[in-house]
């Protein structure tokens, strides 16, 4: 079974605090990915990466910053976080090709004050 | 990809099949068809995928129907737990990134 797990279920931050979330997978997958997930505006996707080190821009990257030093591994990072993201953070990886399924973690719902 | 219609809620008795349908009539020729799920407040779960020949595994079943417009997701026993929000996506090979519409709430009751 594939596994995805994220550091946090729940989380509350103060702006303009410096906020980390990790995602770890155990299947060896090669991508990575991190979405938001907000009412009414769908998943969205924020960073993704194909490889070790190696990082893409989504579609909201704003605000956002990513680090994949190990394989296995993802972080998601609020340089300065804002009340505007406030939201469901999920982490998904995916095996080969980045077109194939995508696996998520548990999701974590962050609230920034 | 191509847009999908979905209905907005759907009932059904426990013990027996759920019948989701999807329409994507946009759909081409190298999309495949993707059902994930989404249990409140919990990440979405991916449940089954296919192009063009209908697929089971063991959470569910994918009917696709031969001109590929349209697909039905059939849960065969559905439990209390399988009440989520189904998603049902179309996604071409060269696109890496999901779009979640807004779904089927499936709500199964005693």
């Known amino acids: 079974d594939v596994k995805v797990t994220q550091s946090s279920r729940y989380l509350v931050k103060r702006t303009g605090e410096k906020v980390f979330l990790e995602c770890v997978q155990d299947m060896d997958h090669e991508n990575m990915f991190w979405y938001r997930q907000d009412p009414g505006l769908g998943l969205r996707l924020i960073y993704f990466s194909y490889d070790v080190k190696m990082k893409e821009k989504g579609d909201i990257p704003e605000g956002y910053s990513v680090s994949r030093e190990k394989k296995e591994r993802f972080s998601l990072i609020l340089e300065s976080a804002s009340t505007n993201q406030t939201s469901m953070y999920l982490c998904a990886s995916s095996p080969g090709q980045l077109r194939e399924t995508q696996y998520f973690g548990p999701g974590t719902r962050l609230l920034v004050l | 990809d191509a847009k999908t219609t979905q209905p907005t809620s759907m009932d059904c008795a426990e013990g027996r099949a759920a019948n989701l349908p999807c329409n994507h009539s946009?759909?081409?020729?190298?999309?495949?068809v993707y059902w994930y799920r989404q249990i409140h407040s919990q990440g979405p779960q991916y449940i089954i995928h296919g192009l063009k020949n209908n697929e089971t595994n063991e959470m569910a079943s994918l009917i696709i129907t031969e001109d590929r417009k349209s697909s039905t997701l059939i849960l065969p026993h559905a439990t209390l737990r399988d009440t989520a929000v189904y998603y049902c996506i179309v996604r071409g090979g060269s696109n890496y990134k999901l779009t979640f519409g807004k779904g089927t709430l499936l709500t199964v009751n005693p």
């Open positions: 946009t759909i081409s020729g190298n999309e495949y």
